[in-house]
């Protein structure tokens, strides 16, 4: 059975004006860019009282090596109203409101479940982890932190806005 192993978790709020077309396509971006496939596990959108809100999950992997993938899990709640501006002389339909996003990752290994198919490789697989794969699997560690970091000082810069954990 594939194992999952949480690594960090940040998050961040901003409020203002912005397209959330434009943001969700420029997030999907940032990550297809770090070469993470990105799958849509859920995506709501409800009008409320004036406001649109937007509920999204996105699970974000990249397959390292036949034995670790790293996962960026994305949750992203959008609460804002449509609103007319013009910009350069010309109108533009923007959103006013609020965005939370959290991004979560993890390294998943033996994800085939390879090492789990007798009770001897299920003996191995310990050893294998702790001694062998190790400094490979720090290796992955570093990797998926940078990629996670990368991505949340992207959405940082797109919003001009700081940090909260």
């Known amino acids: 059975m594939p ?29 297809t860019s770090l070469q993470y496939f990105v799958s849509e596990v859920k995506y709501t959108k409800a009008d409320k009282k004036g406001y649109n809100i937007m509920k999204v999950r996105w699970n974000a992997s990249r397959n390292v090596d036949e034995y670790s993938r790293l996962m960026i899990r994305v949750n992203i709640f959008c609460q804002v109203s449509d609103i007319e501006t013009e910009v350069d002389g010309k109108k533009q339909s923007l959103n006013k409101g609020e965005i939370e996003l959290t991004m979560e990752s993890s390294i998943v290994t033996d994800y085939y479940a390879r090492w789990e198919t007798s009770p001897v490789l299920k003996m191995l697989k310990k050893f294998y982890e702790s001694y062998l794969y190790k400094p490979t699997y720090d290796k992955w560690s570093m990797k998926l932190e940078k990629d996670l970091q990368q991505a949340f000082e992207e959405v940082k810069a797109y919003f001009h806005m700081q940090k909260v954990r």
């Open 3 to 31: 194992e999952e192993d949480i690594q960090n978790r940040v998050t961040t709020k901003a409020e203002g004006v912005f397209s959330w077309n434009e943001f969700y396509t420029f997030f999907y971006d940032v990550l």
